[in-house]
Each structure stands twice: as structure tokens, then as C-alpha cells.
């Protein structure tokens, strides 16, 4: 997928801008808090559907207006030409269209553009706790999978409404009625949601390995295990789910939520069979943060068919200069990329026909290919 231009309106500080882009390497550059986030923000909101910095999109129309408007142009490796628009209205909904169509609901533009996102808060993804890890494996796998996007979105469904049910039994001390079925509701797609994400794991896993010894030629080896809460040993998910349920019912009546299920889920990521989130330095979880968006970006492409279009806000922070290069010639043309950061020397020996812009206040100015890097 390519994204050939965008225009916005109103977007955090952003008034106004319409922008072109180079099929390979866009560069942002600017001092903080001059709108280089607020872009990647407003690309992004085109693939997932949402923004990745707030559950509440109103906040992202610029203050003292009453609304904002998107329009992004892009087109797939297959040639397919899109015309994709999104406005809010302050205390409105959000409305979208794709090609004039109007859409029901936004979550429908969800897989014309498949994305990979990398923000400096993406270090968490290693160090961090398990939902940063179920959310990793769960946007990739949504990306590529109809039907595990649907899965997910009814075992969320289905968990809200165990969790209300619980609750209310406990605040009026009775017990909860058809509990029973709302269990096998979430045996179900619970079961559904594990093998996808193992599934998907399992094809990361391979790609991450690869990429980390390409861009970390030191030997170690990088590992990624999927650990279920409630089947350790792998017997069967169903069965395991239906007897963990069982065994913390009690627990659940005293608490008034649901205490089984994947939303429990983690996943390990080990250096050397050393637990990277209890002992790797920021540095080693940095790079293996970096990695595994790289192999999500690859994975997509591979089960896809369709190159992702790859966000990366200010990656090359506190990395060496060699470890900066062999990431960056890891996206090489495989990719569109646009890439952020507080400096233009922080981009090196860019590749020929990229596009660099300097964002101020929300003002955008490109520059023209980059094609001489002396002095940057």
C-alpha cells in the first residue's frame, strides 16, 4: 500500500495541510510538540480506526474549532485506487467514506490500509505489562485475519457482559442467573482468540529471530513464547478454559468480574533464555521492541500479499549510528515509511528519492528528494 497524499483540517495543532509523499522514505523532522506525532496520528487513524494515543478521537480537533476533517489517497501494490475521508464534529460521531461510499461505522475502513506503528512508548511492548503484548499480537492478527477480528470483538462483547452480570449479582448478593451460558459464550471465542494469536505468534517468532540477528550481530538469540493463564501445558483450550472457570467461580462471585479467559494471556520474550522484561537492559528492550514491529510489518506483507505502510516516530533515538543503519536498510524500499524525529542528522545517509519535511507549529514544508546528505 501506498499513500500518495493527505489533506487535514483542524487535526490536533495542524489548521491546514495538503501533502504528497515519496513511495519509499518520508522523514518529519521538528522540535518537540510541533505537530510531527500529530501526523503520524492522523495516517494511522485511517488503518486502525482509531487513534493510538487516545480512546477519544473529539480530542483530537484542534482547540477552539468544532471539527476535523481527513482525506487520505492512497493505493494498493494491486493498483486499486481509494479516496478515504474522516470528519468529526465536536459532540458528534465520527463519519467516514471510502470512494464516496459512505460507511456505517468506522471500524470498517479496518484492513484497506494495513499499517505498523512504532512510538518511543513502544519500549513497553518488552518491559511492559502483558496487555502492551496481547495488544501486539492482536492488532497484527486483526490486520490479516477477518475472522479472528471477529472472534475478538465478540469475546469482548461476551466479557463485558459476564463482567456486568457478575457485578450486579454481587452488588445485590444473589446469585448470577445464566451464567452458564455466558460461559460457553466465552469458552468459545476465548478457544477462537488463543489459536489465532498462536498461530500468528508462531510465523512472528521465526521473522523476529531473523531480524534481530541482522540488525544485533552478537549471538544472541531472541525467543518468543506464547503463555496461556489457564492451559499451560497446551491439552486442550476448551477443556482448560471450562475448568479454570469452575475452579475460580467462587472468587468471581466474592469480586464481580470474570478472572479466566485470554485477556489474562502474556507472551515471554527471551535474550538467550534470559527473560528480557525482568533483566534486559532499556537498550536490548528497545531494539527487541523495534524488531518485533519489523517482523509484524513482515508478516503482514507475507500473509497479505500487500505491503504495510510503516509509522515510525522517532525510532532512531538512543540507538548507535550502526544499529540505526541496519534497521532503517531493513525498510529499505520494501516499504513506505515515514519516520520522525527532532533532527535531521538523525537520518543519516538517506536513500535516494526520499522526501523530507519540516513541521513548525503545524506548518508543514518539504523539501525536495534526497539525494545529497552532506551536512544533515
Given at each position: 500500500?501506498?499513500?500518495?497524499?493527505?489533506?487535514?483540517?483542524?487535526f490536533?495543532?495542524?489548521?491546514?495541510?495538503?501533502?504528497?509523499?515519496?513511495?519509499?522514505?518520508?522523514?518529519?523532522?521538528?522540535?518537540?510538540?510541533q505537530?510531527k506525532?500529530?501526523?503520524?496520528e492522523?495516517?494511522?487513524?485511517f488503518?486502525?480506526?482509531?487513534?493510538?494515543?487516545?480512546?477519544?478521537?473529539?480530542?483530537?480537533?484542534?482547540?477552539?474549532?468544532?471539527?476535523?476533517f481527513?482525506?487520505?489517497?492512497?493505493?494498493?501494490?494491486?493498483?486499486?485506487?481509494?479516496?478515504?475521508?474522516?470528519?468529526?464534529?465536536?459532540?458528534?460521531?465520527?463519519?467516514?467514506?471510502?470512494?464516496?461510499?459512505?460507511?456505517?461505522?468506522?471500524?470498517?475502513?479496518?484492513?484497506?490500509?494495513p499499517?505498523?506503528?512504532?512510538?518511543?512508548?513502544?519500549?513497553?511492548?518488552?518491559?511492559?505489562?502483558p496487555?502492551?503484548?496481547?495488544m501486539?499480537?492482536?492488532?497484527?492478527?486483526?490486520?490479516?485475519?477477518p475472522?479472528f477480528?471477529?472472534?475478538?470483538?465478540?469475546?469482548?462483547?461476551?466479557?463485558?457482559?459476564?463482567?456486568?452480570?457478575l457485578?450486579?449479582?454481587?452488588?445485590?448478593?444473589?446469585?448470577?442467573?445464566?451464567?452458564?451460558?455466558?460461559?460457553?459464550?466465552?469458552i468459545?471465542?476465548?478457544?477462537?482468540?488463543?489459536?489465532?494469536?498462536?498461530?500468528?505468534?508462531?510465523?512472528?517468532?521465526s521473522?523476529?529471530?531473523?531480524?534481530?540477528?541482522?540488525?544485533?550481530?552478537?549471538?544472541?538469540t531472541l525467543?518468543?513464547?506464547?503463555?496461556?493463564?489457564?492451559?499451560?501445558v497446551?491439552?486442550?483450550?476448551?477443556?482448560?478454559l471450562?475448568?479454570?472457570?469452575?475452579?475460580?467461580?467462587?472468587?468471581?462471585?466474592?469480586?464481580?468480574?470474570?478472572?479466566?479467559?485470554?485477556?489474562?494471556?502474556?507472551?515471554?520474550?527471551?535474550l538467550?533464555?534470559?527473560?528480557?522484561?525482568?533483566?534486559?537492559s532499556?537498550?536490548?528492550?528497545?531494539?527487541?521492541?523495534?524488531?518485533?514491529?519489523?517482523?509484524?510489518?513482515?508478516?503482514?506483507?507475507?500473509?497479505?500479499?500487500?505491503r504495510?505502510?510503516?509509522?515510525?516516530?522517532?525510532?532512531?533515538?538512543e540507538?548507535?549510528g550502526?544499529t540505526?543503519?541496519r534497521?532503517?536498510?531493513?525498510?529499505?524500499?520494501?516499504?513506505?515509511?515515514?519516520?520522525?524525529?527532532?533532527?535531521?542528522?538523525?537520518?543519516?545517509?538517506?536513500?535516494?528519492?526520499?522526501?523530507?519535511?519540516v513541521?513548525?507549529?503545524?506548518?508543514?514544508?518539504?523539501?525536495?528528494?534526497?539525494?545529497?546528505?552532506s551536512?544533515?
Amino acid at each position: 500500500m501506498i499513500i500518495l497524499g493527505l489533506d487535514v483540517v483542524n487535526f490536533r495543532n495542524i489548521k491546514k495541510a495538503s501533502l504528497a509523499f515519496s513511495e519509499t522514505f518520508n522523514f518529519i523532522s521538528g522540535r518537540n510538540a510541533q505537530g510531527k506525532t500529530n501526523l503520524l496520528e492522523a495516517i494511522h487513524l485511517f488503518s486502525l480506526g482509531r487513534s493510538f494515543r487516545t480512546r477519544h478521537t473529539e480530542e483530537a480537533v484542534t482547540f477552539g474549532e468544532d471539527y476535523f476533517f481527513l482525506r487520505l489517497m492512497c493505493r494498493s501494490d494491486a493498483g486499486i485506487d481509494f479516496r478515504i475521508e474522516i470528519g468529526l464534529e465536536r459532540g458528534g460521531r465520527v463519519k467516514a467514506s471510502v470512494n464516496g461510499k459512505k460507511l456505517s461505522s468506522l471500524s470498517e475502513i479496518i484492513g484497506i490500509i494495513p499499517s505498523v506503528i512504532f512510538t518511543p512508548q513502544d519500549v513497553m511492548l518488552a518491559a511492559g505489562p502483558p496487555a502492551n503484548r496481547r495488544m501486539y499480537i492482536d492488532y497484527t492478527t486483526a490486520q490479516i485475519s477477518p475472522a479472528f477480528l471477529s472472534n475478538l470483538k465478540e469475546y469482548r462483547k461476551v466479557l463485558r457482559q459476564r463482567n456486568s452480570l457478575l457485578r450486579n449479582a454481587v452488588e445485590e448478593r444473589r446469585e448470577p442467573e445464566g451464567l452458564e451460558a455466558w460461559d460457553e459464550m466465552l469458552i468459545e471465542k476465548g478457544e477462537a482468540v488463543v489459536a489465532g494469536r498462536g498461530e500468528m505468534l508462531s510465523e512472528i517468532t521465526s521473522r523476529a529471530g531473523q531480524l534481530y540477528r541482522e540488525i544485533v550481530p552478537s549471538g544472541e538469540t531472541l525467543e518468543i513464547v506464547y503463555l496461556c493463564s489457564f492451559d499451560p501445558v497446551g491439552g486442550g483450550t476448551a477443556g482448560a478454559l471450562r475448568e479454570e472457570l469452575g475452579r475460580v467461580r467462587d472468587t468471581e462471585m466474592k469480586r464481580g468480574y470474570t478472572l479466566a479467559g485470554p485477556h489474562f494471556d502474556d507472551i515471554v520474550i527471551s535474550l538467550d533464555a534470559t527473560e528480557l522484561r525482568k533483566y534486559g537492559s532499556q537498550g536490548r528492550k528497545r531494539l527487541t521492541a523495534i524488531v518485533l514491529k519489523l517482523a509484524q510489518a513482515a508478516t503482514i506483507m507475507e500473509r497479505r500479499g500487500e505491503r504495510p505502510v510503516v509509522l515510525l516516530d522517532d525510532i532512531f533515538s538512543e540507538l548507535d549510528g550502526e544499529t540505526s543503519r541496519r534497521a532503517r536498510d531493513l525498510l529499505s524500499d520494501r516499504y513506505q515509511s515515514f519516520i520522525t524525529s527532532p533532527r535531521i542528522g538523525r537520518f543519516g545517509d538517506a536513500l535516494e528519492g526520499a522526501f523530507f519535511f519540516v513541521v513548525e507549529s503545524g506548518s508543514f514544508t518539504r523539501g525536495g528528494a534526497m539525494t545529497d546528505q552532506s551536512g544533515a
